[in-house]
């Protein structure tokens, strides 16, 4: 742990590492492990810098790759500035990167010729920070092991803190992130990351609080340091001076070291003990000062007054020294240790706690003249330093220049797309009384935009709510916040509330702001929960706005949102309508709004069985949206076109390609709800029901909690089903019976396929024959002169469902009608599970007949890998006698068979025997010969089964 040159201490040399080898083992431990964050917490020089530098150190012995950024309390507007720093450190020679990695290239000039071209520019500003979010992900994905390290991160702008949360959130799988803080200078009731963050599982990890060194560790530093001049005593009294902070220590021994080359051991003790021990590091720091030439003094008063690295130039400029003056006076601060070199020629304190003593014993008259001073150097520079300005601007007194000078630092931020640091300054400026109303309504509504698409939204979400009522500001400036604070709590937190906020935006914006009150508009005709005349009053007060006065976006905003209403409504004429939309416009704003109604009318498709219609639109959504380009729609088809990809069967590698889906957009809840829909639904039918009630079930709560109908249903459907499957009439009746009532109020008809079947069959199984008839009857007549094939598909296994103990024969008729229904619309586990009930219902009469359709469901049941449908089917046909040869040899040896690797798979996924009872319809002691061929046969271990299985060749 010992440094190599340990006895060298000043003018450059490192202190021995002492005191900190438990955190070092606990950090390292962590980032050997990734994906991990770690989080270390500490006052100032307590030692966080250096215990970060020798894990580092440790990490590139080893090979690996550290990547290293730091945040700075003036940094200058760069969009994610600390962490392209690090970025830039990278060396990609022969990293092969994705096409979304070139949103980079502007920002790492120096590795653009290594990266892709870089993309089209998104028109809207949450679009340009979703793409350059995704690429950093994508950078650091394509890099592979890889630690990324982000300093004092109690300085980071709020974009920097975003990105590093939604990273934190969803590491990439060889990514671990170390970021240092001191917990005391974040806002008060705030964590590093914000409030949004929770460690997600999987992710490794751990915060390290570090505490001041024991007098032994300061022992050992002191010996280490001066070698055969250190005593117990000295070792002692500095421990006291210090009180175990490693920087007032290492400060003190600098001094020491000069005093005992100068003069000896003699008296060393003494000048320790007679030091006042809380001024110990400002007695060090003066000391160390004192013993510097003048031109030295003044260049460290310019460092500490600037309080940001500079080159030096700007730090002898501000002082009138002459340039050979000036230099010396750099070197001999940087041989003093109270200077280093911080990147490119540019210097700064080697440590803040130096930085604050040095300024605050420059008189006040003297920091002011100094402050002026720095303002008129930085403007000479280009380009001009604008935050370091503003902030000398303010410093040396002149608030009513200030905020002229933080617009300006604010403007230029907005500009590069770095919300961060803008919103830093915009609410810095609010906070002024001074501000006059047109400048207070400008940086407000700023303020709002940057907020309204942050990660962290509900820390945001407060200020706006603080902003909206703020009487300074006009009622049309309070509605266009409101309205972000709305469509935030919408878009970015599913809250429904946020519906509320647009209405009363709506109110405000109307008289002063008539374009934002019709973008309010068409917000709400798509508040589904409220049913649809509640959509249609907002839609014609739209249509009627939008006349007046509307752009052409605007008009094609509620065109679009008509023909998303008519689809809902499985409206036979709703194609033609969207043939009319516009394609060919060069303007961005139109097709923007043209994109996104492709790609909701594309999704509601989904709901009706248009499935082929919805590829096409959800494909031309996503080349519509590259030409804005709109990379959040292009997004959202992705999302889409996968669930048709399980809808027709294709479920190869379907968890893979939900989780890549999931990592490209972390906070959309809806990616998360359709993650929980579809591999619950997937569970079900391998006859995993736990998970699939457990996934289901969240995917239930969360589409009702928020007014999510689609995904409500969806879930509704599902559990429902399984709870048929469990034999559990009362609970699936539950399961179905709350989003029926949606159903209802929501008119929803056409959307509900699957829930329908399922909550008549829980009422039928429940005995409660007339409450079937009644919802059969009324769904029926919700689904006159609509065009909904998948309803109309389910709307006949409901008629099946009815008819199938008195009249079974015409039962099997309705089914094999469905069949072919679901055949046409291209869902072939839709149409297994139709044609099983058609072979159940002929079952009781002609065993013969029901055969064939069985026979062909398990066929389509095993092609898709739904092994637990398939083995209810085969166990039908076991029972009629009917035997089903797969090919190859009836004895299978070594090798497994085929109910062996049924069993196998389930035990892979976690499976009890109860559970392999219950999806293979087995007795329970015919399951534990089954598992004990398989552990003998794998020659392992039941916790071992899903890493040996996998590696089988014959593991299909």
């Avoid at 709109?630 to 590698?653: H, K, N, Q």
């Avoid at 083995?871 to 040869?885: K, S």
Wanted: hydrophobic fraction near 45%.
């Amino acid at each position: 742990m010992a440094d190599p040159d340990g006895g060298a201490v000043g003018r450059g040399g490192r202190f021995r590492f002492v005191g900190r080898r438990r955190e070092l083992g606990e950090l390292m431990a962590a980032l050997r492990r990734p994906p991990a964050v770690v989080l270390v917490e500490g006052e100032a020089g307590i030692g966080k810098s250096r215990l970060v530098r020798e894990a580092c150190a440790a990490l590139r012995a080893d090979g690996l790759r550290v990547l290293n950024g730091s945040c700075h309390p003036l940094r200058e507007p760069f969009p994610y500035g600390p962490v392209v720093d690090a970025l830039s450190g990278a060396d990609p020679a022969d990293t092969v990167f994705p096409p979304s990695v070139g949103a980079l290239a502007p920002l790492l000039p120096d590795l653009a010729d290594r990266l892709p071209s870089a993309p089209s520019r998104p028109a809207d500003a949450a679009g340009q920070r979703f793409q350059l979010r995704r690429a950093v992900r994508s950078f650091l994905t394509a890099l592979g092991p890889t630690t990324l390290v982000v300093e004092d991160l109690h300085w980071a702008d709020d974009g920097t803190r975003e990105l590093l949360l939604l990273l934190a959130r969803d590491l990439p799988p060889q990514l671990s992130l170390v970021l240092t803080y001191r917990a005391e200078d974040l806002p008060p009731g705030t964590s590093v990351l914000g409030a949004a963050y929770r460690q997600p599982p999987g992710t490794g990890g751990s915060v390290i609080r570090l505490g001041s060194l024991l007098e032994p560790d300061v022992q050992e530093l002191t010996a280490a340091a001066l070698g055969p001049h250190a005593t117990a005593a000295l070792g002692t009294a500095l421990y006291r001076r210090s009180e175990g902070l490693p920087l007032a220590a290492e400060e003190d021994l600098i001094t020491l070291a000069g005093h005992i080359g100068t003069h000896g051991c003699a008296g060393a003790v003494q000048r320790l003990q007679d030091a006042d021990v809380a001024h110990g590091l400002r007695a060090a720091v003066t000391e160390r000062l004192d013993r510097l030439s003048p031109g030295a003094v003044a260049v460290a008063e310019a460092a500490a007054v600037l309080a940001a690295p500079a080159p030096e130039d700007v730090l002898v400029g501000l002082t009138g020294l002459g340039p050979e003056e000036g230099a010396d006076a750099v070197t001999e601060l940087l041989r003093a240790s109270l200077l280093h070199e911080v990147d490119q020629a540019e210097y700064a304190f080697r440590h803040v706690l130096a930085q604050q003593v040095v300024h605050r014993r420059i008189p006040a008259p003297a920091r002011g003249r100094l402050h002026r001073r720095a303002v008129e150097v930085l403007r000479g520079r280009t380009p001009a330093p604008l935050v370091q300005i503003a902030h000398h601007t303010l410093a040396a007194g002149d608030r009513t220049e200030w905020l002229l000078r933080a617009q300006e630092a604010a403007d230029e931020a907005i500009a590069v797309n770095d919300g961060g640091t803008a919103a830093e300054l915009l609410r810095r400026m609010l906070d002024r009384p001074e501000l006059v109303a047109e400048s207070r309504s400008r940086a407000a509504l700023a303020l709002a935009g940057i907020a309204a698409c942050s990660v962290d939204f509900p820390t945001d979400a407060r200020l706006l709510r603080r902003l909206v009522v703020d009487p300074q500001l006009p009622e049309g400036v309070r509605g266009e916040i409101r309205l972000g604070l709305g469509l935030g709590m919408l878009n970015e937190t599913a809250d429904p509330a946020g519906f509320d906020e647009v209405e009363r935006a709506t109110a405000e914006l109307v008289s002063s702001r008539p374009g934002l009150a019709v973008r309010a508009m068409v917000a709400l005709v798509l508040r589904d929960g409220n049913g649809p005349a509640y959509a249609r009053s907002w839609l014609e007060r739209a249509e009627e706005a939008v006349q007046v006065n509307g752009t052409e976006a605007m008009k094609t905003a509620v065109q679009g949102t008509r023909i998303t209403l008519m689809a809902g409504r499985a409206d036979p004429s709703l194609w033609e309508f969207v043939d009319r939309l516009p394609r060919g416009t060069g303007d961005r704003e139109v097709l923007l709004q043209t994109a996104r109604t492709l790609h909701n009318v594309g999704n509601v498709a989904t709901y009706l069985g248009h499935d082929r219609r919805a590829a096409a639109l959800m494909a031309e959504a996503g080349q519509v949206a590259a030409r804005v380009p709109s990379p959040i729609t292009a997004f959202l088809s992705r999302g889409s076109l996968l669930r048709l990809d399980v809808l027709a069967g294709r479920w190869e590698g379907l968890a893979e390609r939900l989780d890549a889906l999931v990592e490209e957009y972390p906070t959309a809840l809806a990616v998360h709800v359709e993650r929980a829909l579809l591999t619950g639904n997937l569970a079900a039918a391998r006859g995993q029901y736990a998970r699939a009630l457990e996934l289901l079930g969240e995917a239930a709560r969360i589409g009702a909690d928020l007014q999510m109908v689609g995904h409500e249903l969806r879930a509704a459907a599902g559990l429902a089903t399984v709870h048929l499957l469990k034999g559990d009439a009362l609970r699936a009746r539950t399961a179905a019976e709350r989003a029926v009532a949606t159903v209802r109020r929501a008119e929803a008809w056409p959307r509900a396929a699957g829930l329908l079947s399922a909550a008549v069959e829980a009422a039928l199984a429940s005995g409660d024959r007339a409450d079937a008839e009644r919802l059969a009857a009324e769904t029926g007549r919700g689904l006159e002169g609509c065009d909904a094939p998948a309803a109309a598909a389910d709307l006949q296994v409901v008629h099946g469902l009815l008819r199938r103990e008195a009249e079974p024969e015409a039962a099997a008729r309705c089914f094999a009608g469905a069949a072919d229904r679901w055949r046409e619309i291209g869902r072939p586990y839709e149409r297994a599970r139709t044609l099983e009930r058609q072979g159940g219902a002929l079952l009781p009469a002609d065993p013969g007949a029901a055969a064939a359709p069985i026979t062909e469901a398990l066929d389509l049941f095993t092609d898709l890998g739904a092994v637990g449908d398939a083995a209810r089917c085969g166990q039908v046909l076991r029972d009629l006698g009917v035997v089903r040869r797969g090919p190859g040899r009836r004895g299978y040896g070594g090798s497994l068979s085929p109910r062996e690797h049924e069993v196998a798979a389930l035990l892979a996924a976690g499976a009890t025997n109860q559970r392999v009872a219950e999806a293979l319809f087995l007795s329970p002691r015919t399951v534990e010969n089954h598992v004990a061929k398989v552990l003998r046969k794998l020659g392992t271990g039941r916790r071992q089964v899903a890493e040996v299985y996998s590696e089988r060749p014959d593991a299909g």
